[in-house]
């Protein structure tokens, strides 16, 4: 009997890897996207090497129309697909009229089009398999990201998106799960400049989880079958607080913040 099959998108590094790394152990074959060919060829090496496992890759970016489509058309095509991890993504700092549209643009394609396409294109395997679907958010889901204006909004949208389809389509045996990561040690930051040894805090409100220890807790979550999974006590009684607070109170908190995903 073939292994289960998983697709991973963005398993470059970090919290994809991680799922690589989640999926590979519990004996599913994989397919995996990103951009960085060096990257995910010493990923599948290591993986092939530790695993009784098949690796495929899948080079190319979902901001590009012509990747994304290539890569629905090959998830339409398969015979069989047992989980997927829209787990591709990435912030663009800076208010509405500071960035340029097409890197907008670009955004909005990543979070929005791919994740809700690739979704509705693996939607008929998934429930022959009664397979997993994990949607990467965030906890600034819940958050206004003025400064990255575009994180927070489309954040949200795959997380209502997945709650919706997860409800949906639960009787029919579909285990759904948007992932709400707060601070997560990865090398999404310093991607983005930022140093990793002064940047992610050990203790405390802002606290920094691996990512191992997010995906670890997605699966429970996945189990007791919840359709949000927050890791960290931290992170949790943020997202209590955001939902639960005066408006007014959590708008002059993030005045006060220091993360240019919240404010300035």
């Given at each position: 009997?073939p292994n289960r099959?998983?697709?991973?998108?963005?398993?470059?590094?970090?919290?994809?890897?991680?799922y690589?790394?989640a999926?590979?152990?519990?004996g599913?074959?994989?397919?995996l996207?990103g951009?960085?060919?060096?990257?995910?060829?010493?990923?599948?090496e290591?993986?092939?090497?530790?695993?009784?496992?098949?690796v495929?890759?899948?080079?190319?970016?979902?901001?590009d129309?012509?990747?994304?489509l290539a890569?629905?058309?090959t998830?339409?095509?398969?015979?069989?697909?047992?989980?997927?991890?829209?787990?591709?993504?990435y912030?663009?700092?800076g208010?509405?009229?500071?960035?340029?549209?097409?890197?907008?643009?670009?955004?909005?394609?990543?979070h929005?089009?791919a994740?809700?396409?690739?979704?509705?294109?693996?939607?008929?395997n998934?429930l022959t398999?009664?397979?997993?679907?994990?949607?990467?958010?965030?906890v600034?889901s819940?958050i206004?990201?003025g400064?990255?204006?575009?994180y927070?909004?489309?954040k949200a949208?795959?997380?209502?998106?997945?709650?919706?389809?997860g409800l949906a389509y639960r009787?029919e045996?579909?285990?759904?799960?948007?992932?709400?990561?707060?601070f997560?040690?990865?090398?999404f930051?310093?991607r983005?400049?930022?140093n990793p040894?002064?940047?992610?805090?050990?203790?405390?409100?802002?606290?920094?989880?691996?990512?191992e220890q997010?995906?670890?807790?997605?699966?429970r979550?996945?189990?007791?079958?919840?359709?949000?999974?927050?890791?960290?006590?931290?992170?949790?009684?943020?997202?209590?607080?955001?939902?639960?607070?005066?408006?007014?109170?959590?708008?002059?908190?993030?005045g006060?913040?220091?993360?240019?995903r919240?404010?300035?």
């Amino acid at each position: 009997m073939p292994n289960r099959l998983a697709l991973i998108t963005g398993a470059t590094s970090g919290i994809g890897a991680a799922y690589a790394d989640a999926f590979a152990q519990r004996g599913y074959d994989l397919l995996l996207t990103g951009r960085r060919e060096k990257e995910l060829n010493e990923l599948v090496e290591r993986l092939t090497q530790q695993y009784s496992i098949q690796v495929e890759l899948k080079i190319g970016d979902l901001s590009d129309p012509d990747d994304l489509l290539a890569l629905v058309d090959t998830v339409s095509q398969f015979p069989r697909l047992d989980a997927l991890v829209n787990n591709a993504g990435y912030a663009v700092d800076g208010r509405l009229g500071e960035v340029p549209w097409e890197k907008h643009r670009a955004l909005l394609d990543v979070h929005v089009t791919a994740t809700t396409q690739l979704t509705h294109a693996a939607l008929p395997n998934l429930l022959t398999a009664q397979g997993i679907l994990i949607n990467v958010a965030s906890v600034a889901s819940w958050i206004p990201t003025g400064q990255s204006v575009l994180y927070g909004p489309t954040k949200a949208y795959v997380r209502s998106f997945t709650e919706s389809v997860g409800l949906a389509y639960r009787r029919e045996g579909l285990k759904a799960l948007a992932l709400c990561p707060g601070f997560t040690i990865t090398d999404f930051h310093s991607r983005m400049g930022l140093n990793p040894e002064t940047f992610y805090q050990t203790r405390g409100f802002l606290r920094a989880w691996t990512a191992e220890q997010v995906v670890a807790r997605s699966f429970r979550d996945i189990e007791k079958g919840r359709l949000i999974s927050v890791q960290g006590w931290n992170y949790r009684l943020m997202v209590f607080m955001v939902r639960h607070l005066p408006m007014r109170l959590l708008f002059a908190a993030l005045g006060r913040s220091k993360s240019a995903r919240f404010t300035k």
